[in-house]
């Protein structure tokens, strides 16, 4: 079994990861030729660099790269912006929700399907020596098309193969319960499976009832909603601290977006979560639960603990 955390430039130790963002995007060209997907296409080197330079300048010392098979990953680019910036990059492989899948998925068997990752997560991935540190798998907004089953199936073996943690679409946070028992179904303990988006559902019970399956839980569309400074997101971290949930609750930005990154001309950026929203949750949370949510749930993890 491989050691985790695994990063683009090796295993490190837990205690290395420090303040993470466990659901991001560095450099990404989704394969569809939709022009609305140019604003998700982020292929400047120079450009990422400096973002992850201002996350770097804030304290930020690792990234995890959620970009899987046939949304547009870059691994070389993701080696030279860690090797550039010293902060860690963990890569991702997986498969993107059925919009996004690639197109010979239909054509693949189980066995197949499961084979590619699986090389992936042992020999490497995209002619590259880089091992992913997670496996992605993803759902349609409100149902789970029969190829996401299928694709939750082979990250589920992969996951009990090798022990590589599992992290999630779920389109605007729906289909969190399904996915948590489409899992356990498959015998995979709910504590290794992180669910994104979780904080797009605008729904706290709800994501509360997902932490009572075991499941880990992604607060992950900040960013967005400057003008009120996060407020429901704010709220809704407060109120899973509040009820117990702290060890479950992860924070990161999705920004994989021109419109959020300011090297690409957007706003607010990489820095923007530990500066200004950290300043706006510190009213409502401690220090020790900040701390607990950025670094010691994503290194227990990525740790694969
Ligand atoms: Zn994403």
């Known amino acids: 079994m491989k050691k985790y955390p695994m990063t683009v430039q090796g295993t490190v130790t837990p205690e290395s990861l420090g303040i993470t963002y466990a659901h991001e995007h560095l450099l990404v060209k ?17 450009a990422t660099t400096a973002e992850v330079q201002s996350f770097k300048a804030e304290g930020g010392q690792t990234i995890v790269e959620m970009t899987p098979l046939h949304y547009g990953r870059n691994i070389k680019g993701y080696l030279a912006i860690s090797e550039r910036t010293g902060v860690n990059v963990i890569a991702c492989t997986g498969y993107h929700k059925k919009l996004f899948m690639p197109p010979w998925f239909a054509n693949e068997s189980n066995q197949t399907l499961y084979e590619i990752l699986l090389n992936d997560v042992r020999n490497g991935m995209d002619g590259t020596a880089v091992l992913p540190g997670v496996i992605k798998a993803g759902t349609s907004l409100n149902h ?11 990250v589920a073996n992969v996951h009990l193969e090798t022990g590589i943690p599992i992290s999630t679409h779920c389109d605007r946070g729906t289909m969190g319960i399904e996915q948590v028992h489409a899992f356990i179904a498959l015998g995979v303990d709910p504590k290794h499976v992180l669910l994104g988006h979780i904080d797009s559902s605008l729904d706290i019970d709800y994501a509360c009832r997902l932490c009572d399956l075991g499941v880990n839980i992604l607060i992950d569309h900040v960013g967005r909603e400057l003008d009120t400074h996060d407020a ?6 407060a109120a899973l601290l509040a009820r117990g949930y702290g060890k479950q609750v992860f924070l990161s930005g999705d920004m994989g977006k021109k419109d959020y990154l300011p090297a690409y001309g957007g706003t607010p950026g990489f820095q923007y979560i530990l500066t200004d929203l950290k300043k706006a949750l510190l009213e409502k949370i401690s220090q020790s639960d900040f701390d607990q949510i950025t670094v010691q749930n994503p290194r227990r993890f990525f740790s694969g603990k």
Do not use: C, G, H, V
């Open 144 to 154: 789970i098309e029969p190829e996401e089953y299928r694709a939750i199936e082979a």
């Open 232 to 237: 429901f997101r704010a709220e809704m971290i």
């Open 30 to 46: 989704p394969q569809l030729q939709d022009a609305k997907y140019a604003a998700y296409t982020l292929d400047n080197l120079e």
